[in-house]
T-cell receptor
Framework: GQNIDQPTEMTATEGAIVQINCTYQ??????LFWYQQHAGEAPTFLSY????GLEEKGRFSSFLSRSKGYSYLLLKELQMKDSASYLC????????????????FGSGTRLQVQP | EAGVVQSPRYKIIEKKQPVAFWCNPI?????LYWYRQNLGQGPELLIR????????DSQLPKDRFSAERLKGVDSTLKIQPAELGDSAVYLC????????????FGPGTRLTVT
């Protein structure tokens, strides 16, 4: 089974930087995903990490340490539209296996960006 | 390119009634997933299809839930009879064959059982 933990809520100021942490315990690991979900909408893909290190994509970056079972999502230059839930999800399986396995999601971190 | 389409978007039914949800994945996506998302929680997998074959349905409550994906394209998820605890958002997602990356989610069906 899998256990994924992330903070329930966070608040940050427009223009600032915020880091959302995620820890996981899994019997197998084949990638960690971050999704953004606005209230009442579908989750949308943000980032994917399968090897250790930092992946940067515009204002968003994601980091993975497989030995520590730890990831974070870093949001820079926060905008009001970044107010949403951020879901950490882990895919089971063997490393770099291209199987289309389902994801196990954490409960999400609700981020509130204030003016 | 059209995204994952789901209908209906909202459904209110009384307990013990049947209900069905429909999903049309992105064209060419062989893998289709049904997830259930309770308020304040992340999505939880119900069933995964590879083409028309259900390859992971271990989390599907088979006493009342059923699903099908005829011809390996559209899919239907059914609950019969519905219980109060089934109130949730039912999300459909799809992904390309061979890709290691993202799943694309539909807007979901919000089910309320009264």
């Amino acid at each position: 089974g899998q256990n994924i933990d992330q903070p329930t809520e966070m608040t940050a100021t427009e223009g600032a930087i915020v880091q959302i942490n995620c820890t996981y315990q899994t019997s197998g690991f084949n990638g960690l995903f971050w999704y953004q979900q606005h209230a009442g909408e579908a989750p949308t893909f943000l980032s994917y990490n399968v090897l250790d290190g930092l992946e940067e994509k515009g204002r968003f970056s994601s980091f993975l340490s497989r030995s520590k079972g730890y990831s974070y999502l870093l949001l820079k230059e926060l905008q009001m539209k970044d107010s949403a839930s951020y879901l950490c999800a882990v895919r089971e399986g063997r490393l770099l296996d291209t199987g289309r396995r389902a994801l196990t999601f954490g409960s999400g971190t609700r981020l509130q960006v204030q003016p | 390119e059209a995204g994952v389409v789901q209908s209906p978007r909202y459904k209110i039914i009384e307990k013990k009634q049947p209900v069905a949800f429909w999903c049309n994945p992105i064209s060419g996506h062989n893998t289709l997933y049904w997830y259930r998302q309770n308020l304040g929680q992340g999505p939880e997998l119900l069933i995964r299809y590879e083409n028309e074959e259900a390859v992971d349905d271990s989390q599907l409550p088979k006493d009342r839930f059923s699903a099908e994906r005829l011809k390996g394209v559209d899919s239907t998820l059914k609950i019969q009879p519905a219980e109060l605890g089934d109130s949730a958002v039912y999300l459909c997602a799809s992904s390309l064959a061979g890709t290691a990356y993202e799943q694309y989610f539909g807007p979901g069906t919000r089910l309320t059982v009264t």
